[in-house]
């Protein structure tokens, strides 16, 4: 059964912290994806990896950072939390085939205070 | 600049009912549309999905219908059960196999009994 976990469900921070959420997939994908979803916005993509060591900026990119060393495993770092980043953060993955579908971690909620 | 649009926040509907979901997209280049649903502290689940060269495309109780000249499409649930109650989400790709999903707002749907 295809799984992606993810380190927290919830966390709270403070305001120039350095945050690490975490992600892993055991599906063997080559994809992997870092979501946020904030009321009214849905998800929207902040960065994604097609492979090891690979990364691509999404549609939000400001203010995170990604790592992708292993193929399992896919971190996205906030280098100074701000308040704005208090979020749902979902991670998600997916094959290199045909067929487009993501499967999705249960999500952390961060809280920035 | 919202490329998939959801312009209901919510809908409710009496159990055993048809529930109509609506999705527009700006992008004429999108040719492949997913549908997903999201539970309350749960990741989204993949529902259904349609490529372009069709107009419908059915799964049971849900059918997804697309009208590529208006650039829509909706998903429908006949008959509504209490247990779809949830976040629907649409999706939409440039192209099939291409990863890359641009979401929607969401809509939350409620069956009443």
């Known amino acids: 059964d295809v799984k992606v976990t993810q380190s927290s469900r919830y966390l709270v921070k403070r305001t120039g912290e350095k945050v690490f959420l975490e992600c892993v997939q055991d599906?063997?994908?080559?994809?992997m994806f870092w979501y946020r979803q904030d009321p009214g916005l849905g998800l929207r993509l902040i960065y994604f990896s097609y492979d090891v060591k690979m990364k691509e900026k999404g549609d939000i990119p400001e203010g995170y950072s990604v790592s992708r060393e292993k193929k399992e495993r896919f971190s996205l770092i906030l280098e100074s939390a701000s308040t704005n980043q208090t979020s749902m953060y979902l991670c998600?993955?997916?094959?290199?085939?045909?067929?487009?579908?993501?499967?999705f971690g249960p999500g952390t909620r961060l809280t920035v205070l | 600049d919202q490329q998939v649009k959801q312009n209901s926040p919510s809908l409710s509907v009496q159990e055993g009912r048809i529930s109509i979901l609506n999705c527009d997209y700006t992008?004429?280049?999108?040719?492949?549309f997913l549908w997903y649903k999201k539970y309350p502290a749960e990741g989204p689940t993949f529902l259904i999905s349609i490529s372009s060269i069709k107009d419908k495309n059915e799964d049971g109780r849900f059918t997804v219908f697309l009208n590529k000249s208006a650039k829509h499409l909706s998903l429908h649930i006949v008959p509504s059960q209490p247990g779809d109650s949830a976040v629907y989400f649409c999706a939409a790709s440039a192209r099939q196999g291409a990863q890359k999903l641009v979401f929607g707002q969401g809509t939350r749907l409620t069956i009443n009994p």
């Open positions: 998600a993955s997916s094959s290199g085939g045909s067929l487009n579908e993501q499967f």
């Open positions: 599906m063997d994908h080559e994809n």
């Open positions: 992008n004429s280049m999108f040719d492949y």
